[in-house]
C-alpha cells in the first residue's frame, strides 16, 4: 500500500554520490525532502537537480536535508553531475541515491508500472523532524516540478507545525492565514493571535502570520 500523510517515512540504507546514507540518521533532527526523478542523462531531470541546486541556500534555512534519487548505478551518477554542473550554471549539492536495486523506490512505491515499469517517476516525499510524511505529490516524468512551490509548502507545513493556523490558497510566506476551525476558545485564540483576527465568516478567520511577531 502506498504511504499516506502521518505513516512513518521508512528508513533505509542505500548508495549515494556521497556514499552510504542511512535515511533517518541523515535526516537527524531536520526536515527532509526525498525526490525521485526518471533517470540520469535526461533533459527534465538535468534541469529540476541544477535548480534545487540552486535552492541550497534556501532549504538550509528551512533545516531540509534535500535526497535526489533514481535507479541509475552511482557511476551513472557520477557520468551525470558533470553536465548538469556544465548547462545548469551550478554543482549539484546534496546526495542522489543510487537505487539500482529499486529498494527505496519501491519502499516509497515511486515506480508506477503503468506508467513505466523501470523507472521512477517524479515522486515528492515531505518528512517530518519526527520521520513522519507531511505531504507528498507525485508528477510524471513528463512535467518537470516547480520547486519553488515545494518551498512554499515546506514554508506551510513549518508554520501549520507550530501555529494552530492553515494556509490559504496560493499563500506565501508571511502572508496573512487562517485560524483552524477546530479552534473555538476566544481566550485561547486571543493568547494566541493577541493582534485579534477578521472574522470574514464565522468559520473563515483571518489572522496575521503568527510566526511574524
Ligand atoms: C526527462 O527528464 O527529461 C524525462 C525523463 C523521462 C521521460 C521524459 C522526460
Known amino acids: 500500500m502506498s504511504l499516506r500523510i502521518g505513516d512513518v517515512a521508512p528508513d533505509f540504507e542505500q548508495d549515494s554520490t556521497a556514499g552510504k546514507i542511512k535515511f533517518h540518521e541523515y535526516l537527524a533532527d531536520g526536515w527532509g525532502l526525498l525526490f525521485s526523478h526518471p533517470a540520469d542523462f535526461t533533459p527534465v531531470c538535468t534541469t ?15 533545516n531540509v536535508k534535500v535526497l535526489a534519487l533514481s535507479v541509475d548505478s552511482q557511476a551513472s551518477h557520477d557520468g551525470w553531475l558533470p553536465d548538469i554542473a556544465e ?13 539500482l536495486d529499486k529498494k527505496v523506490a519501491t519502499l516509497y512505491d515511486m515506480i508506477h508500472p503503468a506508467a513505466d515499469d523501470k523507472t521512477t517517476v517524479r515522486s515528492v516525499f515531505f518528512v517530518g523532524p519526527d520521520k513522519k510524511i507531511k505531504a507528498s505529490i507525485t508528477y510524471p516524468a ?8 515545494i518551498l512554499r509548502v515546506i514554508d506551510s507545513l513549518q508554520l501549520t507545525a507550530k501555529h494552530k493556523v492553515a494556509t490559504p490558497v496560493n499563500w506565501k510566506k508571511g502572508e496573512d492565514v487562517i485560524i483552524v476551525p477546530a479552534l473555538k476558545d476566544e481566550a485561547e485564540i486571543k493568547q ?3 493582534e485579534g483576527y477578521k472574522a470574514v465568516k464565522p468559520y473563515l478567520r483571518i489572522v496575521k502570520d503568527p510566526s511574524n511577531n
Open 192 to 194: 494566541r493571535f493577541p
Open 48 to 62: 529540476e537537480l541544477g535548480y534545487t541546486a540552486k535552492l541550497q541556500s534556501e532549504f538550509a534555512k528551512r
Open 142 to 149: 513528463s512535467t518537470g516540478r516547480n520547486f519553488d512551490e
Open 87 to 99: 548547462t545548469q550554471g551550478t554543482a549539484v549539492n546534496f546526495p542522489i541515491l543510487a537505487d
